[in-house]
């Protein structure tokens, strides 16, 4: 169960130190750095919503203003249609748009402990997704709801 990480130039480090901490705890990440004006670096859109689909999960970093990123809209889309198991981690204080509500958002270091919790109980309680999955499976998109939902109550509590 592979993890996307998208992530600006801003945020580099955020994403290099989550990044780490996934790799310590066995889970495969792919990083893929969005320049400042929104194209992918060395790679075109379309293979970052490829990338997509070969991840299970997707972590988007977001910046500081983050209704400022229309791609995190377009992959937020493409996860979505594909009943990725969704996440953002945004080290500002700031209020995110209202749309980006539904998904859990990592806020300080600690959450990403409490990502890795929530992504091996997945394993653990056999709800992890399995690639390729079958289009349109409820049952996955289901499992991705209670995903979202798990992390997000796990962030609220604080463990």
Not at 22 to 46: C, K, M, N, P, S
Not at 48 to 62: F, K, R
Not at 110 to 132: G, S
């Amino acid at each position: 169960m592979p993890v996307f990480i998208s992530y600006r130039h801003e945020e580099r480090l955020d994403a290099f130190i989550l990044n780490e901490r996934l790799l310590l705890e066995g889970i495969t990440a792919q990083l893929v750095e969005f320049g400042a004006d929104g194209q992918v670096r060395e790679e075109h859109h379309g293979s970052a919503c490829q990338q997509m689909n070969d991840a299970t999960h997707w972590i988007g970093l977001l910046p500081a203003a983050a209704s400022d990123d229309w791609w995190t809209a377009g992959l937020l889309e493409a996860a979505v249609a594909a009943n990725r198991r969704v996440s953002f981690y945004h080290r500002g204080d700031g209020e995110l748009p209202e749309c980006l509500a539904r998904w859990p958002v990592m806020r300080e270091r600690a959450h990403i402990d409490l990502f890795v919790r929530a992504y091996h109980d997945e394993c653990t309680f056999q709800r992890a997704m399995i690639l390729p999955a079958e289009r349109g499976s409820s049952v996955d998109r289901d499992n991705a709801d209670f995903f979202h939902a798990d992390l997000k109550a796990k962030i609220r509590r604080g463990f």
